[in-house]
């Protein structure tokens, strides 16, 4: 268990459709980081909260949106869901203690659109 | 536009050789660099990191070579353990501080053979 949590675990919905994919960060952990892995992709960079505020943004569609609430969890929503939204949706969570920490990754949620 | 690249995509080891995982990137501002190892339906673990003011970063078995003139970082594995066998992503970060924003390149499946 690495501390992260991410819920829920599988996901199988329509296209149109809206989700959204919850996870808590490792205990103390300030920051969140949401990325997307496609089939035979990198892990995508998508959004960066930090104590409840976007940090820094990247290859994030229009809509998908996040948020970081007060007890630090985070939420991604997908709305307008396409078949090409199916992949493996990662949280990962940092103390900011700095780069060369990296992250800890929850074990994702594997999101599949039909 | 793919910052760091991992151009092989699965690599063959026989047990007890050396593990040579191979990424190259092209933004010259970035700073860290970390490589994670993912086993299949769990999420990234961190593995080593290497700072750019550094050339070498060795813990155990794996040691992390960084040749910043060439844009280039190397993941050795000495000697390969059945129990390496895994997906390897290298991920590197840069400016702006704070962020710990890591581009993560695409993988190289690992397969180490008994």
């Known amino acids: 268990d690495s501390g992260v949590t991410q819920t829920p675990k599988h996901l199988i919905t329509a296209t149109g459709q809206r989700v959204t994919l919850r996870c808590s960060p490792r205990s103390g952990d300030l920051s969140v980081y949401w990325y997307q892995q496609s089939l035979d992709q990198g892990l995508q960079f998508l959004i960066q909260y930090y104590n409840g505020e976007e940090r820094a943004k990247g290859n994030i569609l229009e809509r998908f949106s996040a948020q970081q609430f007060p007890d630090l969890h985070s939420e991604l929503n997908l709305s307008s869901l396409e078949l090409g939204d199916s992949a493996l949706y990662f949280c990962?969570?940092?103390?900011?203690?700095?780069?060369?920490?990296?992250?800890?990754f929850g074990s994702g949620t594997r999101l599949t659109v039909v | 536009d793919q910052q760091v690249k991992q151009n092989s995509p699965s690599l063959s080891v026989q047990e007890g050789r050396i593990s040579i995982l191979n990424c190259d990137y092209t933004n010259s501002m970035f700073d860290y660099f970390l490589w994670y190892k993912k086993y299949p339906a769990e999420g990234p673990t961190f593995l080593i990191s290497i700072s750019s003011i550094k050339d070498k970063n060795e813990d155990g078995r794996f040691t992390v070579f960084l040749n910043k003139s060439a844009k280039h970082l190397s993941l050795h594995i000495v000697p390969s353990q059945p129990g390496d066998s895994a997906v390897y992503f290298c991920?590197?970060?840069?400016?702006?501080?704070?962020?710990?924003?890591?581009?993560f390149g695409t993988g190289t499946r690992l397969k180490v053979l008994a």
């Open positions: 991920a590197a970060s840069g400016p702006p501080s704070g962020t710990y924003k890591y581009i």
């Open positions: 990962a969570s940092s103390a900011n203690r700095g780069a060369s920490y990296g992250y800890t």
